[in-house]
T-cell receptor, first 120, second 114 residues
């Protein structure tokens, strides 16, 4: 079974509008972390935002916010006021377990990604 | 503070050859992970090194091996290259102390196997 599912292969948004990128996840571990990364055509993965499974509030980082619905196992990324530079591939990822130095500590499981295109 | 660097940026090899990819972690980071990203796919976890020892591995065969050095730089070695090994190889380091264990990725090495 897929651990991370991104159902939108591609999304289009008008500049200055908001856009939501969907992500659902599957885990039986009570302790996990959810990440969103941006990957421009250059290839480098850029960290955007993190949500811990025990966090009570939704994470926000500037124009990025994470709509965390634990019961539904969804972690959607919301980008407000889209900019042309936001055009890129976006990946949702999950880390299960939190033990420092543990075998899963550095392992991220990624979804298939969503290509976002921002139109002027 | 320098970020994660990888070398080389591009590499072309032929089937059956061996390749070594290198990664310099961000200063102070003691955990490094390697990922393989095939074209159009999300990255797949290869393995993780923590304080110079492998302590986590994904579903990759033993011909994928690695090293982490005392300065926390790292190498990924792939023996007996196959055509399907063509991919972007990403190295990521993390401090092992932050709550999120945010991983900082390098720019990647694009390997082409002919």
């Amino acid at each position: 079974a897929q651990k991370i599912t991104q159902t939108q292969p591609g999304m289009f948004v008008q500049e200055k509008e908001a856009v939501t990128l969907d992500c659902t996840y599957d885990t039986s571990d009570p302790s996990y972390g959810l990440f969103w990364y941006k990957q421009p055509s250059s290839g480098e993965m850029i960290f955007l935002i993190y949500q811990g499974s025990y966090d009570q509030q939704n994470a926000t980082e500037g124009r990025y916010s994470l709509n965390f619905q634990k019961a539904r196992k969804s972690a959607n990324l919301v980008i407000s006021a889209s900019q042309l530079g936001d055009s890129a591939m976006y990946f949702c990822a999950m880390r299960e377990g939190t033990m420092l130095g543990g075998t899963s500590y550095g392992k991220l499981t990624f979804g298939q990604g969503t290509i976002l295109t921002v139109h002027p | 503070e320098t970020g994660v660097t990888q070398s080389p940026t591009h590499l072309i090899k032929t089937r059956g050859q061996q390749v070594t990819l290198r990664c310099s972690s961000q200063s102070g980071h003691n955990t490094v992970s390697w990922y393989q990203q095939a074209l159009g796919q999300g990255p797949q976890f290869i393995f993780q090194y923590y304080r110079e020892e492998e302590n986590g591995r994904g579903n990759f065969p033993p011909r994928f091996s690695g090293l982490q050095f005392p300065n926390y730089s790292s190498e990924l070695n792939v023996n007996a290259l196959e055509l399907d090994d063509s991919a972007l190889y990403l190295c990521a380091s993390s401090p092992g102390t932050s709550r999120s264990n945010e991983q900082f990725f390098g720019p990647g090495t694009r390997l082409t196997v002919l």
